[in-house]
């Protein structure tokens, strides 16, 4: 007797007679069998685990939500007036030639001190009136709209006996003609700019008169190419040739002053610009 041996499935069976070999023909079947089933027995299990599988839901990301733009609201704004000074026009200046009778103030007179410690005062009421308290004050005014080269300048005024009143003509940044009465005096001067406030006089002309009285005068001045012509109450006091000071062309205006014995009042009626 022979002993075989026959492995199904891990497990070892003993055959204790080995019988012909004819007897084992059905071994190869079984093993076929057996194949047969361990692939089924496989294949279920497969089957079965895949069954079991958790489905995977695809998950969509979300298209992006555009925020919408907020409406624009339209607002009514009422513009605020600001506040402006309202601005003053400057009157047209005078004709070439004309009569000041200083009913109102003009931005064409400018006053310039050049001496005393105190300011003048001035006003345009129907005349011009400026009082200067402290001694020894000068003080030009200049009508600044026209430029002359022969003029005749006159104008009737008054003036307290402690002062000084007169015209000028061809003022310029080169200097000016001054003529001025005093009580019972006249004079001729060249002033001229020596710095701001401070001016110095060189005397052409200076006389005594009965025509210069203190009170009202009505005083002429006329610039006639290289010679000045003063009057007094209508008579021609002196004519004097000034070639030598070269002044040729200019402003025409006024002047006063004050003199140690103080306060002084000037004022003038009207002032009058012409050919002559």
């Not at 607002?75 to 005078?94: F, G, I, K, Q």
């Not at 003080?139 to 015209?167: C, D, K």
């Not at 000028?168 to 005096?185: A, L, M, P, Q």
């Not at 010679?227 to 007094?232: E, G, I, K, S, T």
Request: net charge negative; proline share 9%.
């Amino acid at each position: 007797m022979c002993r075989a041996v026959v492995l199904y499935n891990a497990r070892t069976i003993h055959m204790k007679d080995c019988l012909p070999n004819t007897m084992f023909s059905w071994i190869p079947k079984l093993r076929f069998t057996l194949m047969k089933k361990k692939l089924l027995i496989g294949f279920l299990l497969l089957l079965t685990s895949a069954c079991n599988l958790p489905v995977s839901t695809p998950v969509v990301d979300p298209t992006p939500t555009q925020t919408p733009l907020p409406t624009p609201t339209t607002v009514s704004v009422t513009p605020s007036l600001v506040p402006t000074e309202t601005a003053v026009p400057t009157p047209e200046p005078p004709p070439l030639y004309f009569t000041d009778e200083f009913d109102t103030s003009t931005p064409y007179w400018e006053f310039t001190q050049a001496a005393g410690s105190s300011l003048p005062t001035n006003a345009f009421e129907g005349s011009l009136r400026i009082d200067l308290p402290s001694p020894d004050t000068w003080v030009v005014g200049i009508h600044t709209a026209h430029t002359y080269e022969n003029v005749f300048v006159s104008a009737r005024s008054g003036i307290t006996p402690n002062g000084s009143v007169g015209l000028i003509c061809r003022y310029s940044e080169s200097g000016w003609y001054e003529f001025n009465i005093s009580n019972g005096s006249y004079s001729i001067l060249y002033g001229q700019w020596l710095a701001p406030g401070i001016a110095k006089y060189v005397p052409i002309i200076s006389e005594a008169s009965e025509a210069a009285l203190a009170g009202g005068s009505d005083l002429g001045f006329f610039c006639e190419d290289n010679f000045l012509q003063v009057f007094a109450n209508g008579k021609l006091l002196r004519r004097v040739d000034v070639t030598n000071y070269g002044l040729t062309e200019g402003n025409v205006g006024v002047a006063f002053a004050s003199f140690s014995e103080f306060p002084a009042a000037v004022s003038f009626d009207w002032f009058k610009v012409s050919e002559k």
